[in-house]
């Protein structure tokens, strides 16, 4: 579920993710109306590329290194 099909794919989505999150909060710093609504849609957008929070991007990722689990 929070895995990615390739490595690259996942570190892609997490250098997105976390730039984008990174640029939420140095938004939000101001505290002007407008800073404020572009750093609460940019957060959205890196929860969207990480697929959830920081901790579930690194699931996904040590999912996506493991493999395809096997069925038994």
Do not use: E, Q, Y
């Not at 390739?6 to 939000?28: M, N, P, Q, S």
């Not at 109306?33 to 590329?49: C, N």
């Amino acid at each position: 579920m929070f895995g990615s099909k390739t490595v690259l794919a996942h570190i892609l989505r997490g250098v997105i993710g976390f730039g984008v999150l990174a640029l939420a909060i140095l938004l939000g710093r101001n505290a002007d109306t407008a800073s404020v609504h572009a750093s609460v849609t940019l957060a959205i957008v890196a929860l969207i590329a990480l697929r959830g929070c920081p901790v579930c991007w690194a699931v996904g990722l040590f999912k996506t290194l493991r493999g395809p689990s096997r069925r038994r």
